[in-house]
């Protein structure tokens, strides 16, 4: 695999701003000729040149010297370049259509090529010159070839549909990557989950976690044993080595420590997968929220009552539990001017819009009544008398009777005081409303929630401080802000107000979050 994705890539002439003259050497010399570095190229941003030196790998300033040999670039007519690599899903519609919203808003035009399979050229032009400014390379693949592309200077944006794995990061460290797994590394594009989804005549309508969790690792075999018919049940799941069936195997196998039956029919593309489940009324499957088409999306539930389907708000809150963000991993690496004002444009409130209307889930900020979430309300009644007390839950509805939740939540790596990748992603978009004044005047409550396993009182106390956490993140991200235009503070409730049954490791997970809350 690794031959054919640099054959590919040659084939196609790409010159990787991270790789771009083959381990060819230049000389940069001051321009008083009082210092001279030889090296190979490693890039050239426009700005700054990366060169592998015999005393390590140095990014020098392009302004203050000459450059010599027969791998320098072309300072006067500068083409950006890029190649984004990875997850299927994202490669075929949503970065297709963030590129082309792009190149539209900065008035350039657009030459597309898809002369070589699962290979999208954009060659972004000048509309006055004709030059072109820029070139995207959008590699549609797996999550796995992303990383790998990433690690091997073949890419220099991994699209992933999972968090990258420690031996990935550790590659890329070696590789001179940086830390992919610090802070400011990834950001999640947009949001999709899990969504189990059968033929439209099946009379259920309703599986636990845990349930399908049994049914795709053998141990449930028979609709029956589900209010179904009495029919034995047919297995059919994302291709092996996508990010989508990784995900399916961390957020619903690997809580409960199972694994795929061997007989599970298995899928390159989602469009396959989704045609064989509608035509068959006796089959399963696991779609991405956009690609359910016409088969039926089934809700989950729990032993104790709650119910949730996989809906749009849902889904940005984290409610629905099979939450699958799709994330960007980017190399401490310098980029072209232009794709830093392209990854800075798909931040925005514009690049939202495009990605819901590509069918995606945006992540633009929404608030929420309380008396629009009646779900939630219930749930927490339901938990009256067996584990929260009546005093708790109508505290927690007084207080927050005022307030309207935001639809951004976080939660923490298992077993672990550091937010997950998702939540970090969180942590910066928040702080980015916060330096553009979105709440100036406003008052921010940070609610912690937490599982039902400790006391109430300890329950209450790790809430709250798990809200504070989240409250001094974002106050130290958003540096640009003005803190005193905005009243913020802290505040946990335990488990008054949980989302999902306790009964299960993935319940009392997903229970453990940090709302916010605004008035």
């Known amino acids: 695999m690794r031959y054919l994705r640099a054959a590919v890539l040659a084939a196609l002439g790409i010159c990787l701003s991270i790789a771009q003259t083959a381990a060819q050497d230049i000389t940069l010399t001051a ?173 259920v309508r309703t599986i636990s976690t845990l349930e399908l969790a049994q049914v795709f690792a053998g141990k449930i075999t028979n609709w029956s044993a589900l209010g179904g018919a009495d029919a034995p049940i047919s297995l059919h799941l994302p291709g092996e080595g996508s990010g989508l069936l990784q995900a399916i195997e961390d957020e619903l196998m690997a809580p409960v420590n199972l694994k795929f039956a061997s007989d599970v029919l298995y899928y390159p593309r989602m469009s396959d997968l989704v045609r064989s489940v509608q035509f068959d009324p006796f089959a399963i ?129 298992i077993g672990a005081s550091r937010l997950d990748a998702h939540s970090l992603s969180n942590v910066a978009l928040l702080a980015r409303r916060l330096e553009r004044g979105e709440y100036d005047g406003r008052e921010l409550v940070f609610v912690g929630f937490s599982d039902g396993s400790g006391g109430a009182s300890a329950n209450r106390e790790v809430a709250k401080r798990r809200a504070e956490a989240v409250l001094e993140a974002v106050q130290t991200a958003a540096e640009a802000a003005d803190i005193g235009q905005v009243s913020m503070r802290a505040t946990g409730y335990g488990e008054a107000l949980p989302i999902a049954c306790d009964d299960s490791a993935w319940g009392r997970r997903v229970n453990r979050r940090v709302e916010v809350w605004l008035r």
């Open 285 to 413: 499957g696991i779609s991405g929220y956009e690609l359910t088409g016409s088969a039926r999306a089934i809700g989950l539930t729990g032993g104790c009552g709650h119910e949730i389907n996989a809906t749009r708000r849902g889904i940005k809150t984290e409610d629905y539990p099979l939450s699958a963000p799709m994330y960007l991993y980017i190399p401490a690496l310098r980029q072209p001017k232009l794709v830093r004002d392209f990854l800075t444009y798909i931040r925005g409130d514009a690049a939202q819009m495009v990605i819901r209307r590509a069918g995606f889930v945006d992540q633009a900020g929404e608030e929420i009544a309380i008396d629009e979430q009646g779900a939630r309300m219930v749930n927490a009644i339901r938990q009256i008398g067996e584990s929260v007390a009546i005093e708790d839950v109508q505290q927690m509805v007084s207080e927050l009777s005022s307030y309207r939740r935001l639809t951004t939540t976080f939660r923490f790596q």
């Open 31 to 203: 321009r008083d000729g009082a210092v001279e570095i030889s090296g190979t190229l490693l890039g050239f941003d426009g700005e700054f040149y990366r060169l592998d030196t015999i005393y390590g790998e140095l990014t020098i300033d392009g302004t203050g010297v000459n450059c010599e040999g027969p791998a320098c670039p072309n300072l006067t007519n500068f083409i950006a370049e890029v190649v984004i690599s990875g997850a299927s899903s994202m490669a075929d519609v949503l970065m297709p259509a963030l590129v082309e919203a792009f190149a539209l808003r900065n008035g350039f035009s657009i030459l597309r090529d898809r002369s070589r399979e699962n290979v999208l050229l954009y060659e972004l032009n000048n509309q006055q010159s004709g030059e072109t400014v820029a070139r995207f390379w959008i590699n549609s693949s797996s999550t796995d070839e992303g990383f790998a592309d990433l690690v091997a200077n073949e890419a220099n944006i991994a699209m992933s549909l999972r968090e990258i794995r420690d031996s990935e990061a550790a590659r890329g460290k070696d590789a001179g990557l940086g830390d992919l797994r610090e802070d400011n590394r990834s950001r999640v594009l947009a949001l999709s989950a899990l969504v189990p989804i059968t033929e439209a005549a099946n009379p």
